[in-house]
């Protein structure tokens, strides 16, 4: 059974506000609930080119001493972790994490009967796991069953956080953002920037090929941006804006990155005066995609409009498929109203 004091416990750990306060809370009340003679954190890269061990007691404290090893120890064992959402807690998969023989040894070695893995959050950038260890024997059901209920808010207290910081990162970069300029603002997927907002669009248009609807970047820049990106988060859910150089079709530029909570990554920049275009007559579209939707407006094919502009259907397609998702419509029609509304013109079988 749970028990009340476990509630009690369970509806602070909803209330957290931070990672701190989580952690807080895991090492005190939790602990003393599941039996455990101590709660260690790990936060680490996906990479692994950062590794932190957040403790308070005589384990957490050796194994900061070893980073090396603990490092390795995440890569043989936390990565074995089922990544199904339904395992609360669980060692490596089909056993026990104490029957592993290296963990054996080690438990033997620091005078320790048991241990318990959880996996707290995973993202695309940084993680975060929990182990907690039983002194003189082996955690009994009611203490699994408590560990399991804690990690299961704690999973959804961590999701919400990062969520939060995420939304009070941009906020902040919009707040302190100078409003004469123009800001553009990309989305990075894969290894392609793709404009976001009016300001990239414009930046697109004046900067990029005139039928280039999104922009590959170099190998070397996505190198130096996972880099910074990796390096930004001060815990699995802050994550801090990146600052460096990359260039975005028009040359180097300093630009802000943020990982969202999916894994996708904001860039943000303020362009100079020179690299910003007067745009279509639409702000969300380049002059092509408005020379396309002119044409498709009055009811031409893609294959008529690539005639007409002496470009490929593809590339019509293509152009056709940002100017889907930047009105947020599925289709043509709907395209083509988006459209006409956001060039101020009339909506068709409306009539004036």
């Given at each position: 059974?749970?028990?009340e004091?476990?509630?009690?416990?369970?509806?602070?750990?909803?209330?957290a506000?931070?990672?701190?306060?989580?952690?807080?809370?895991?090492?005190?009340?939790?602990r003393?609930?599941?039996?455990?003679?101590?709660?260690?954190?790990?936060?680490?890269?996906?990479?692994?080119?950062?590794?932190?061990?957040?403790?308070?007691?005589?384990?957490?404290?050796?194994?900061?001493?070893?980073?090396?090893?603990?490092?390795?120890?995440?890569s043989?064992?936390?990565?074995?972790?089922?990544?199904?959402?339904?395992?609360?807690?669980?060692?490596?998969?089909?056993?026990?994490l104490?029957?592993?023989p290296?963990?054996?040894?080690?438990?033997?070695?620091?005078g320790?009967?048991?241990?318990?893995?959880?996996?707290?959050?995973?993202?695309?950038?940084?993680?975060?796991?929990?182990?907690?260890?039983?002194?003189?024997?082996?955690f009994?059901?009611?203490?699994?069953?408590?560990?399991?209920?804690?990690?299961?808010?704690?999973?959804?207290?961590?999701?919400?956080?990062?969520?939060?910081?995420?939304?009070?990162?941009?906020?902040?970069?919009?707040?302190?953002?100078?409003?004469?300029?123009?800001?553009?603002?990309?989305?990075?997927?894969?290894?392609?920037?793709?404009?976001?907002?009016?300001?990239?669009?414009?930046?697109?248009?004046?900067?990029?090929?005139?039928?280039?609807?999104?922009?590959?970047?170099?190998?070397?820049?996505?190198?130096?941006?996972?880099?910074?990106?990796?390096?930004?988060?001060?815990s699995?859910?802050?994550?801090?804006?990146?600052?460096?150089?990359?260039?975005?079709?028009?040359?180097?530029?300093?630009?802000g990155?943020?990982?969202?909570?999916?894994?996708?990554?904001?860039?943000?920049?303020?362009p100079?005066?020179?690299?910003?275009s007067?745009g279509?007559?639409?702000?969300?579209l380049?002059?092509?995609?408005?020379?396309?939707?002119?044409?498709?407006?009055?009811?031409?094919?893609?294959?008529?409009?690539?005639?007409?502009?002496?470009?490929?259907?593809?590339?019509?397609?293509?152009?056709?498929?940002?100017?889907?998702q930047?009105?947020?419509?599925?289709?043509?029609?709907?395209?083509?109203?988006?459209?006409?509304?956001?060039?101020?013109?009339?909506?068709?079988?409306q009539?004036?």
């Amino acid at each position: 059974m749970l028990g009340e004091s476990f509630f009690e416990a369970g509806h602070e750990l909803v209330k957290a506000s931070s990672y701190g306060q989580v952690s807080d809370l895991l090492f005190g009340r939790i602990r003393k609930l599941i039996g455990a003679a101590e709660v260690v954190l790990f936060d680490f890269a996906t990479d692994l080119s950062v590794v932190r061990v957040v403790g308070e007691g005589p384990v957490a404290e050796t194994l900061r001493q070893d980073l090396e090893g603990v490092r390795g120890w995440i890569s043989e064992h936390d990565r074995r972790f089922p990544d199904d959402s339904s395992v609360l807690c669980t060692a490596l998969t089909g056993g026990e994490l104490r029957e592993a023989p290296d963990v054996a040894e080690w438990l033997k070695q620091i005078g320790c009967s048991d241990i318990i893995g959880a996996r707290l959050i995973r993202g695309r950038f940084r993680s975060g796991s929990m182990a907690v260890i039983k002194k003189d024997s082996i955690f009994d059901t009611d203490e699994r069953e408590r560990l399991q209920a804690a990690v299961l808010v704690a999973r959804s207290v961590l999701s919400r956080l990062l969520d939060a910081n995420y939304e009070r990162s941009v906020l902040d970069r919009l707040m302190h953002s100078r409003k004469e300029t123009t800001n553009a603002v990309f989305m990075l997927r894969g290894d392609v920037v793709i404009p976001y907002n009016p300001g990239a669009v414009s930046y697109a248009d004046s900067c990029w090929e005139k039928d280039e609807v999104e922009h590959a970047l170099a190998p070397e820049m996505i190198e130096a941006l996972n880099k910074a990106i990796t390096a930004s988060w001060s815990s699995p859910v802050d994550a801090q804006w990146a600052e460096l150089d990359l260039d975005l079709g028009g040359g180097l530029v300093r630009i802000g990155a943020l990982a969202r909570p999916e894994g996708n990554i904001i860039i943000y920049f303020a362009p100079p005066p020179r690299q910003i275009s007067g745009g279509g007559t639409v702000p969300m579209l380049t002059r092509r995609q408005c020379d396309i939707m002119d044409w498709i407006a009055e009811g031409k094919t893609s294959a008529e409009v690539a005639i007409i502009l002496e470009i490929s259907p593809r590339t019509v397609e293509k152009h056709l498929e940002a100017v889907f998702q930047r009105f947020g419509v599925e289709n043509r029609v709907a395209a083509v109203r988006s459209y006409l509304e956001a060039k101020g013109g009339l909506i068709p079988g409306q009539g004036a």
